[in-house]
């Protein structure tokens, strides 16, 4: 696997893939990398010629009061588990060379943005948007792979793709659950025991909501008061917001009808989670 740390050597790189008529698959991360990241690379490997993987801790998308400093990071780790996955190469710039210091400019998704995470995360979307249109300049992919667990992000990246006409294809990838149902997540490893078995409540609720669904539920309102109760009967949970939205537009909406969107983001203990599911009636 190639490591790759500047900018103009992974633009040399990709330049000569595509040269050589090669599909290049791009599996953007943070790094700490766990079977969910593993499932896009396994989706890349099948649908292009050489994935490449950059792991980059991206400032811009993380708050003045958020884990930015203490995000877990283990870049040996990963160079093991990103070979063992067949990854063709790893791209991990420095921050330095992603934002210089006169760095200005930024993507915004008008309205998208400011939903479900981004009310919570203020400007933490126009950081994202920012940070994956640079990676796709960069790299130049034909498919870049993201996963559904982050639900809102998908839906902004397919919508900077779209606006600006980037001739790519976003494919998002279903959630990798633990077998107890908890969401993969590199944030997972800031939960203790008793955190971990708390924040099995995030599935949990969701779960109660497909069973109620299939049970005939349509009220949106009844859905989300049944998930806060099912996540308050958990003491170390601390609800950020539960919203069932319209999946494309994310705006609420009153009856599953069609498919609904039922996002959440709960605190266990001082632990962001976030989660969601798609209900069809
Ligand atoms: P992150 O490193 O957390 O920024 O995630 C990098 C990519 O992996 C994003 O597209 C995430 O949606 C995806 N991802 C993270 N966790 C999971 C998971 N449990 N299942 C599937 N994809 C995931």
């Not at 170390?236 to 609420?252: C, F, K």
Request: hydrophobic letters at 45%; one cysteine or more; glycine letters at 8%.
């Amino acid at each position: 696997m190639k490591v790759v740390e500047s900018v103009s050597a992974m633009k040399a790189l990709a330049r000569g893939w595509r040269r050589d008529g090669k599909r290049i698959g791009l599996v953007p991360t943070m790094g700490y990398l766990h079977e969910g990241h593993l499932s896009l690379v396994r989706e890349s490997k099948r649908r292009t010629d050489v994935t490449v993987v950059s792991i980059f801790v991206n400032p811009t998308q993380f708050g003045p009061n958020e884990d930015f400093k203490k995000y877990p990071r283990d870049l040996a780790k990963d160079i093991v588990y990103l070979e063992t996955g067949g990854v063709d190469c790893l791209f991990h710039p420095v921050a330095a060379e992603v934002y210089p210091l006169d760095y200005r400019t930024f993507v915004e998704v008008q309205g998208l943005q400011d939903k479900l995470c981004g009310r919570s995360r203020p400007g933490h979307f126009r950081g994202v948007a920012t940070v994956v249109l640079k990676l796709f300049e960069i790299v130049r992919p034909d498919l870049a792979f993201f996963g559904a667990k982050d639900a809102q992000q998908v839906l902004i990246i397919r919508r900077v793709a779209a606006d600006l006409d980037l001739d790519l294809e976003v494919v998002t990838c279903p959630t990798v659950r633990e077998p107890d149902g908890l969401a993969l997540s590199s944030r997972n490893a800031y939960l203790g025991p008793a955190e971990r078995k708390a924040a099995l409540a995030l599935s949990m609720s969701l779960r109660w909501a497909e069973r109620a669904v299939a049970a005939g539920e349509r009220d949106t309102a009844r859905l989300v008061a049944g998930i806060r109760s099912v996540l308050e009967a958990e003491p170390m949970a601390r609800v950020d917001y539960v919203e069932a939205v319209d999946p494309e537009t994310l705006e609420p909406v009153g009856e599953v009808r069609g498919e609904v969107l039922v996002a959440l983001a709960v605190f266990i203990g001082p632990t962001r989670l976030i989660d969601n599911v798609r209900l069809r009636a």
